[in-house]
Structure formats: structure tokens, C-alpha cells
């Protein structure tokens, strides 16, 4: 199994079905449509619910949660970087000139931006946001095997989206594939991706080229190999998902009594 091959912040494929498929998890008995509408909740949640304390409890319990499906806790916290890079690079923009009480003021020439604790708390707010849905994805991802993931997309995506969602799923592991030989390769010579990048961009440029060709090629021999099977543009899974049980019936009531408390709790307070 590879550890962190895509590298520190980005989402190992490979990690995360290699823990869907062999770690056993309160989250992972439950059934597939169970986890999923427990996503929907927490995306519902984390759309309509005001900035408040409760927004960073509901981060706390979906990060609890992918830590007891088994993923490293440093590998979550290093991908977690991404979507909050991503949040900071829109806050940048957004919170200057926010109601409020001001906390910082830099004078620019002839106008002023001025940071106020509203701005704080509306960082903060879509901080957490995006981490709480990255977040719980990879908690759903990570608790569910791959037939069980590919049996869902078939029967909740209308044609022919579930198809190019089936097919895109598997070659995004023959695209990293090249990337990981790509990267040995690189490796074995002495050289590292930031050092290639920095001193000789034209190789760097070239060898990125070089993979999407390659998987491009590798893709088209998959799909020749799969013509020539019977596939007719139609691709079915045999997987049939076990439909939910009590304790199913039971995490979802306790979720949704525990979302509408959230929301009245923080819908009372009028929000921040």
C-alpha cells in the first residue's frame, strides 16, 4: 500500500480505499445509503447553520468521525491544508469593510481597508465550512469499499453521468499511477519536484505533458480492452447494497434530532 505518494497535502486515493476495504469502523457497519444521507445532512448543516460555536463542535464530531474510520490523523490535518488554503485565498477579498468593531486598519493611498471582528468571524465561519464538508467526505469515503461507492454512483446518477463518474473514479488511479512512476524515476536520479520545477521548468512543463499523454493512451487500451469484453456504453454493477437496519433507522434519527437541536439553538440566538 502507498502512504502520501500524491504527496503531504493532497488526498491519497490509495490510502483511502486501502482503508475503506480493510478497517472496520462503527461508521463503516452501517449501510452505504445511511452514510450518504448522513453527508447530506452535514453539507445541509453546514449551508444553512449561522457562524457560532456549534459550527466548530460540528467540525469537531465530522473530524472524529474520519479518525474512527481510520484514517492518520497527521494525513487528515496535512490534507485539511488544501480547502483552507483554497477559503483564505477568497477571505482575502471578503473580509475587509465587514460590520462591525474595527481591529485593523491599513491605510492604502486614498482609501482604507479596515478588518473588524465581523470579518474574523465570517473567516472563521467559511473556515470551518469548507472543513467540515471536506472533511466528512473523506470520513464517507474512507468507511466505504469501492464496490459499495461504484453500486451507489449507478444508482443515485441518471445516465449517462453515473458512467462518466465510474469510469473518470478508476482512471484517476491510472493517471497517479504514472505520476507515482514518474516521481521514482525523478527520485532516482537525485532530483525532487520543487527543485525540477524551480531550475528547469521546460522538463518540469514536459514531463507533465508526458503523463496526461501516457494516461490518456493507457485510458483509450482500457476502454479498446472493454469494447472488445461486450461493453456496449453501458457499464452495471453487480454489488447490491445492503439496505439499512435499525441501528441505521437509529443513527438517523439521533442525527436529525441532533441537526434540528443545532439549527434551533443557533437560529434562537439569531446567530452571531
Not at 122 to 137: D, E, I, N
Amino acid at each position: 500500500m502507498s502512504r502520501g505518494w500524491t504527496g503531504n497535502h493532497l488526498p491519497d486515493p490509495d490510502l483511502i480505499t486501502w482503508t475503506a476495504e480493510h478497517h472496520t469502523s462503527f461508521l463503516s457497519r452501517l449501510s452505504p445509503w445511511t452514510r450518504v444521507l448522513l453527508l447530506a445532512e452535514v453539507v445541509v448543516l453546514v449551508i444553512v447553520m449561522p457562524a457560532s460555536p456549534l459550527l466548530a463542535l460540528l467540525y469537531l464530531v465530522t473530524l472524529v468521525s474520519a479518525l474512527s474510520a481510520g484514517l492518520p490523523a497527521r494525513q487528515l490535518l496535512a490534507w485539511s491544508l488544501l480547502p483552507a488554503l483554497a477559503v483564505l485565498s477568497l477571505i482575502l477579498l471578503l473580509v475587509w469593510g465587514e460590520p462591525g468593531i474595527p481591529v485593523l486598519v491599513i491605510p492604502l493611498g486614498g482609501f482604507t481597508l479596515t478588518l473588524t471582528d465581523g470579518g474574523i468571524s465570517l473567516a472563521v465561519s467559511l473556515l470551518l465550512r469548507a472543513l467540515t464538508s471536506f472533511t466528512a467526505t473523506l470520513a464517507v469515503l474512507a468507511s466505504t469499499r469501492y464496490a459499495d461507492l461504484t453500486a451507489l454512483m449507478d444508482a443515485l446518477l441518471p445516465y449517462p453521468a453515473d458512467q462518466i463518474l465510474l469510469l473518470a473514479y478508476r482512471f484517476i488511479f491510472i493517471t497517479l499511477s504514472m505520476v507515482r512512476s514518474m516521481q521514482k524515476a525523478l527520485w532516482s536520479r537525485g532530483g525532487s519536484l520543487l527543485s525540477s520545477a524551480a531550475r528547469q521548468t521546460r522538463v518540469f512543463a514536459n514531463a507533465g505533458a508526458l503523463v496526461f499523454v501516457r494516461s490518456y493512451d493507457r485510458a483509450e487500451r482500457v476502454g479498446k480492452a472493454m469494447e472488445s469484453r461486450g461493453y456496449t456504453g453501458s457499464l452495471s454493477t453487480g454489488t447490491r447494497l445492503p439496505r439499512p437496519g435499525p441501528r441505521d433507522a437509529l443513527v438517523l434519527l439521533g442525527a436529525l434530532a441532533s441537526g434540528i437541536l443545532l439549527l434551533a439553538v443557533t437560529l434562537g440566538r439569531g446567530g452571531p
